[in-house]
């Protein structure tokens, strides 16, 4: 498939999550095909969450045939591959534990999630919003809430409901949802 036929398959899976959204795909002259997608969405996304969001809209079937071998660029607008920032499995994997602790026992930060979730019936936007609002509110700097983040993302929390859903599924709201769901 060549590099235009690609983009406009791509164009054809994301364009309806992502309306406004760019994408190029370059060969380069090693043979290694990327892909560069640019939306304003991304703007309050990590890397990893962009990455998920945009992998979740194009079929499995599609994406094994096509795009296993391919580099991946998810951009903000005026943002350079440069600066996307990741964490290595190793990192994520020695803080992990200690992480999950402290957000669950120490700080209160499921507890003050879910609550707002339960009692203030708040809706979840896709992203980290009320997260972060809580966790600047309890001190933590941008570093660690960068390592909290790429944890929990890690662990299946790619936004602020599923952190309580698939982190700590444990919480009053999963419980609620999955008994609403039985019934």
Known sequence: MTAAQLQEKLYAFVR??????TINVVDTADNVRQLYFTADKFEVLYPKQR?????????SDFYDKNLKDTEWFELAPNENPDELDYHHQETIDAIKTAILSILKD?????ALLDNKFISEDIKCFGDFRHSKNILTDLGFSDQDQFDIFHVLMNEGGYCDCEILYN????SEY????????RE
Do not use: D, T
């Open 16 to 21: 309806p999550g992502y309306p406004g959204i």
């Open 51 to 59: 990455y998920h969001y945009l992998r979740h809209l194009i079929p």
């Open 106 to 110: 120490k700080v209160g930060f499921v």
């Open 167 to 170: 982190v700590f599924s444990n």
């Open 174 to 181: 999963s419980k609620k949802y999955w008994k609403e769901k």
